[in-house]
């Protein structure tokens, strides 16, 4: 077992880096500027809480630590393993989901239960289900690939263990993880050659359920009116939404510096975990604001241009997998800040790898690491074949698709 988890790591190309140093420096950017906001956000609470200004920071730094632990080891792992062991990772995902559920084991947060007690720390279990998924989902798009090209049977199979973990969150509740697994699984079956007429079809349907979900609570009913406005109840359904806002209108072009925030002060709840971004706002301005949206624009990116690459090196579990963490670490990104602004209604969803929070730290680590290992194995792949060579995961038979393509030929 250890010699599988350690075989394969070879030098790669002479004057090559055997990681991707601008995908590096922009998560390494976002995890140090997340401590720094965290510190700034949570000392006021955590004193007049915990009895300790730096609680938060403390634990957060702790995860720090781990998070950089799991990046090593994971980075260390073939991704073999991963394809290997997708529909039992899945499996694993369900089951922490079905024990959230379960009273005495979960616990429960300003009434959601989302959490698995573990000691001194919880565990988030729809990070890990976002997680596996996707390796589930990649490992099924390379098996059946032409299935998804020629037909809906292909399209429709995945949407089951999606349908299965979709009502276990919604029963949490956790809304904004649902919508960020069903756009995630949508976009990796788009990639993979679904027709554009079947995903007009899905994202209507798709759209259609999430309008519905919306809706069938009274409470995320009235987050969506106050959504509308949120100075018509600036005290009462629109507080957090006008509370943000008003850190944003204090921080100006420039900031007021940090540890100057006001809205941290007791007035914008959540400062340290979903509205991390509206202190940042405020203490840094609108050039800190677009300089933290810029860096997620080059994560995002580096993602799908490895993920691209390996595209084109007939590494298609690879391809996938590079999509799919691309797509959740865009969503999440995307539904936080739009929340912290005021273009989305408000939702409990957690700024990748700047917001407090262990499990949403350790695996969004995990998922660099392994974009970071899919990277090092297709620069070997590329230093020992030569970019026109035969690749590893290219197929050599099978069933022809829509337009005489090999089942797992892209588009």
């Known amino acids: 077992m250890i010699r599988t988890l350690w075989r394969n790591w070879q030098p790669v190309a002479p004057g090559t880096t055997p990681f991707d140093p601008w995908l590096l420096m922009a998560a390494v950017c976002l ?17 007049e809480r915990y009895g300790g200004a730096f609680f938060f920071s403390i634990r957060h730094g702790v995860f720090m630590v781990m998070a950089l632990i799991t990046a090593v080891i994971v980075s260390r792992i073939p991704v073999a393993v991963w394809h290997r062991y997708g529909p039992h990772l899945l499996l694993i995902g369900a089951l922490l989901l079905l024990l959230v559920l379960v009273p005495g084991v979960g616990r429960e ?6 959490w698995i007690g573990l000691g001194p720390v919880n565990l988030q279990a729809s990070e890990l289900a976002k997680f596996f998924m996707v390796l589930y989902l990649s ?5 059946r690939l032409s299935e998804v090209r020629n037909g809906w049977g292909g399209v429709i199979k995945p949407t089951l263990p999606l349908g299965a973990l979709v ?27 679904m027709r554009f007429g079947q995903f007009l079809v899905v994202v209507g349907v798709a759209s259609a359920l999430t309008a519905l979900l919306a809706i069938a609570q009274p409470y995320r009913l009235e987050r969506l009116k106050s959504f509308q406005d ?19 209108g204090r921080g100006d072009w420039f900031g007021t510096g940090l540890g100057n925030s006001v809205q941290k002060l007791f007035y914008l709840p959540e400062a340290h975990t979903d509205f991390v971004f509206s202190v940042l706002a405020e203490e840094f301005g609108l050039i800190g604001a677009l300089a933290v949206i810029a860096l997620y624009v080059l994560l995002v990116a580096r993602i799908f241009l490895i993920g691209r690459q390996a595209e084109k090196q007939k590494a298609f579990f690879m391809a996938y997998s590079c999509y799919g963490f691309g797509f959740i670490f865009a969503g999440q990104a995307l539904i936080n800040i739009g929340v912290n602004v005021g273009a989305l209604p408000t939702k409990g969803l957690t700024l990748p790898l700047l917001s407090y929070g262990g499990s949403s730290l350790l695996v969004c680590a995990a998922m660099i690491a392994i974009v970071q290992r899919i990277d090092y194995e297709l620069k070997c792949q590329r230093a020992a074949q030569g970019h026109g060579g035969k690749q590893k995961d290219q197929p050599t038979s099978g069933s022809r698709g829509r337009r005489g393509r090999n089942r797992e030929q892209p588009a």
Request: no cysteine; glycine share 14%.
């Open 31 to 47: 995890v140090l500027t997340g401590f720094v906001m965290i510190t700034s956000a949570s000392m006021d609470v955590a004193a």
């Open 109 to 114: 947060v300003n009434g959601s239960r989302r």
């Open 139 to 143: 490992g099924y798009l390379v098996r």
């Open 167 to 193: 009502v276990l969150l919604i029963l949490e509740p956790d809304y904004g993880a649902a919508v960020v697994l069903m756009g995630t699984v949508m976009g990796m079956i788009f990639l993979g050659g």
């Open 230 to 248: 949120p100075w018509a109840d600036p005290f009462g359904a629109g507080y957090q939404l006008s509370q943000a806002q008003i850190a944003f």
